[in-house]
């Protein structure tokens, strides 16, 4: 069965500051693997997607995310957040999903 | 276009009382999905449909819980009776694409559900 752990539930970082979201996942074949960021009283909205080819994938609003097999991870990265990154994020395995990591941002 | 639209926004019932979720999905989307959001348990995959048709309600709590697909316009997801744990925010998605492997997905905004 399909599982997605996200290990931190919260993360606070300055702004200017970079950013990394753990995001491990459980499933039997090559994965189809998503971001999506959630902000307060909204749906969710898609950051990013791998599906196959380079392991390093590019997203909206500055993100990248990196798939590493060997690891069953695909953590999301960002090299300098901005206030307005303030919000949830969901890692997904198809249409199962992580718990989410709530990021706040220190002025 | 417009994107997948759900009412009510909020919904206050008391316990015992039937609640109804509502959802149109993308137009030519043909596969939807209800979700339950709460703090402790995440985001929960309650049910989906592809062509109007259940595939999976695995995830669906028990059997005060039920959704339909009439048509491909519109879903619904019926609690009855409702009782206090089910206060949570559901969310409908839809998506091209025939399944879970995960076409990318499209939310609606929400329905916040507080069951006194």
């Known amino acids: 069965a399909q599982s997605v752990t996200q290990p931190d539930i919260h993360i606070t970082v300055s702004e200017g500051a970079s950013l990394e979201l753990r995001c491990n996942y459980s499933?039997?074949?090559?994965?189809?693997l998503f971001w999506y960021v959630q902000s307060p009283g909204q749906g969710l909205q898609l950051l990013l997607k791998?599906?196959?080819?380079?392991?390093l994938v590019q997203g909206i609003k500055g993100f990248e995310a990196e798939f590493k097999r060997s690891q069953s991870s695909f953590n999301l990265r960002k090299p300098s957040v901005h206030w307005s990154d303030a919000a949830e994020y969901f890692c997904?395995?198809?249409?199962?999903f992580g718990k989410g990591t709530r990021l706040h941002i220190l002025p | 276009d417009a994107g997948v639209i759900q009412s009510p926004r909020h919904e206050v019932t008391e316990m015992g009382q039937e609640v109804t979720l509502r959802c149109k999905p993308i137009?030519?989307?043909?596969?939807l999905f209800w979700y339950r959001q709460t703090m402790m348990r995440g985001l929960e995959l309650l049910i989906y449909?592809?062509?109007?048709?259940?595939?999976?309600d695995s995830g669906m709590p028990e059997d005060r819980f039920s959704a339909k697909m009439p048509n491909a316009s519109f879903s619904t997801l019926k609690i009855q009776p409702s009782e206090p744990r089910d206060s949570a925010v559901y969310f409908c998605a839809s998506t091209m694409g025939g399944g879970r492997a995960g076409e990318k997905l499209f939310f609606g905004s929400g329905t916040q559900l507080s069951v006194l």
């Open positions: 499933y039997g074949a090559t994965p189809y």
């Open positions: 997904a395995v198809g249409v199962i």
């Open positions: 137009s030519g989307h043909n596969s």
């Open positions: 449909f592809n062509n109007n048709v259940p595939i999976d």
């Open positions: 791998y599906f196959s080819g380079d392991t």
